[in-house]
């Protein structure tokens, strides 16, 4: 039975049907979720690892702060530099280099002697999370119908905290089995090697993104991978569309100078590159990177905050799945007020307890514990995958790679200084002045959201694309109109 699209679908695509073609949609989907899996291992396993690499190596908490933000910051450099690559070399092909880097990053780091070639190594992981955060989201994008765009995208933001929890439980269990050895943080890096393995290999047989072939003149070929994961005559149908898309952009633009030469491609990078930061200003990855430091300060032990801080990691994937299923059902700028609005309670709340409870209360730790997996999980459900999801579909086809790579250098940039920051801000103002400073923050991100961001959910790449290029997107959204999606017409 044919699949009805939703309200605001495209006349000349015939609905989606079910089929080998969607089965084969799913596989494609999983084996490029390996690089949100990698990403999200990479940057979470520092979270228990790093105590035990401090006592090893003697790291001072400035060391500390070198080491965890060193990944970040490269990551924003690879955010650049896999968008630009994708763009020219391929989605796939950049996807196949980035998991080399990943295994090499890893090689690197558990044979590291010291503090300088450990660095090296974060640098390599962080060059590959960066360009994996931009490449995968758009890799799937371009790839799924768009009536169920959201969801298939939203899918590399669940693998990204399922990294993250596989790096929380290899952790608690690593740790408390073989904590009392010297290098156990080396085996919880090492770990990484797997998934960098199974990218890798499995990338080779995966296709290359159809709008990229169209983009390159390879119609033939982009047909081919569109007929893989569509019904025949969808397929035909969704080519043509892309086809014309990349007829109205043949007198060519792709570099950031003709870009902010146009005021609407300016502005829609603006508001990418906002909706990437104001994520990452809710302090959500200080929370992945630090939160065993969080919970020691809230009064657990440093045993007890190593198994606590799977409680978030846990709630961080039913909160994707629950995610998943929201994406195409509820608007996205629905979606991101909603969550700026719980996760700014929650800071506020969490600033609150730990001023009214004072150090060495019993509830202490439990409250501030219960409140941060408040916080995990209004951020997963509503933000994180919203974010991502948004970000791979908003930029026109020959400025994507670009533009998500700009938008995703902001904020892995956010995020580095907020990591070298993170340790610093703790022990300047404590859990409370921290706390109330990411609030204060989710209130301008929602001021933001509001009045800037426009609609996305049930349009096609080429209809936002025509109506980023004429402004269209932008007098509907400052207006208060709903986009054309919404009211039934064609995008």
């Known amino acids: 039975m044919a699949v009805a699209p939703p309200v605001g679908a495209e006349p000349t695509l015939p609905p989606l049907t079910p089929g080998p073609h969607r089965r ?27 105590r035990p ?12 702060g070198i080491v965890t933000s060193s990944l970040v910051f490269a990551a924003a450099i690879g955010a650049l ?20 880097l990943f295994f090499v990053g890893t090689v690197v780091i558990v044979a590291a002697p010291g503090l300088a070639v450990l660095v090296v190594g974060r640098v390599l992981l962080g060059l590959a999370v960066g360009g994996a955060s931009t490449v995968v989201p758009v890799y799937l994008a371009e790839l799924a119908p768009f009536e169920i765009r959201g969801s298939i995208s939203g899918r590399n933001e669940l693998a990204i905290v399922s990294g993250q929890l596989a790096a929380f439980l290899v952790n608690a269990v690593i740790g408390s089995t073989l904590g009392h050895l010297d290098g156990v943080w080396r085996v919880m890096f090492a770990v990484c090697a797997l998934p960098a393995v199974a990218l890798f290999v499995g990338m080779l047989r995966m296709p290359e993104s159809p709008r990229w072939l169209a983009e390159h ?28 898309s990349v007829e109205r952009e043949s007198r060519g633009w792709t570099g950031l ?42 009064g657990f032990s440093e045993s007890a905050a190593l198994i606590a801080n799977v409680a978030p990691g846990v709630i961080a994937v039913v909160g994707g799945i629950i995610a998943l299923w929201m994406m195409d059902r509820i608007d ?20 609150v ?22 916080f995990v999980g209004s951020m997963q459900t509503f933000l994180n995958v919203a974010t991502w999801v948004y970000l791979s579909e908003i930029f026109p086809l020959r400025m994507r790679g670009l533009g998500i790579g700009v938008a995703v250098f902001a904020h892995w940039t956010a995020n580095g200084a907020l990591a070298l920051a993170f340790p610093s ?3 300047a103002v404590g859990i409370t002045g921290t706390f109330f400073l990411f609030a204060a923050i989710g209130a301008v991100a929602l001021a933001f959201i509001a009045t800037q961001v426009p609609e996305t959910r049930g349009r096609t790449l080429e209809g936002l694309e025509a109506d980023t290029l004429s402004g269209a997107l932008f007098r509907r959204r400052d207006r208060g109109a709903r986009p054309r999606a919404a009211r039934g017409e064609a995008g």
């Not at 690499?53 to 500390?64: H, I, Q, V």
């Not at 307890?353 to 408040?374: H, K, M, Y």
Request: aromatic share 6%; proline share 2%.
């Open 353 to 374: 307890a730990s001023t009214v409870l004072e150090p060495g209360d019993p509830l202490r730790p439990f409250v501030i514990l219960a409140l941060v997996v408040a």
């Open 217 to 244: 003149g390879r119609h033939e070929r982009a047909l081919a991978v569109l007929r893989s994961v569509r019904a025949p005559e969808r397929a035909i149908a969704e080519l043509a569309a892309v086809e014309r």
């Open 332 to 351: 996205r700028r629905r979606t991101l007020l909603i969550g700026f609005s719980l996760t700014t309670v929650c800071h506020v709340l969490i600033g």
């Open 425 to 427: 801000l703790i022990d």
């Open 81 to 100: 530099g896999g968008g630009r690559a994708s763009d020219r070399f391929g989605r796939r092909s950049t996807l196949v280099a980035l998991a080399v």
């Open 53 to 64: 690499m401090s006592a090893e190596l003697g790291l001072d908490a400035l060391a500390e």
């Open 257 to 298: 100078r003709t870009v902010l030469a146009n005021r609407w491609l300016t502005r829609i990078l603006l508001v990418g590159i906002g909706v990437g930061v104001a994520q990452q200003l809710t302090g959500i990855n200080s929370i992945m990177y630090y939160g065993q430091t969080v919970l020691v300060g809230s």
């Open 24 to 50: 084969r949609l799913g596989v494609i989907s999983i084996v490029a979720c390996f690089g949100g899996l990698l990403f999200g291992y990479d940057t979470g396993v520092i979270n228990g690892a790093l």
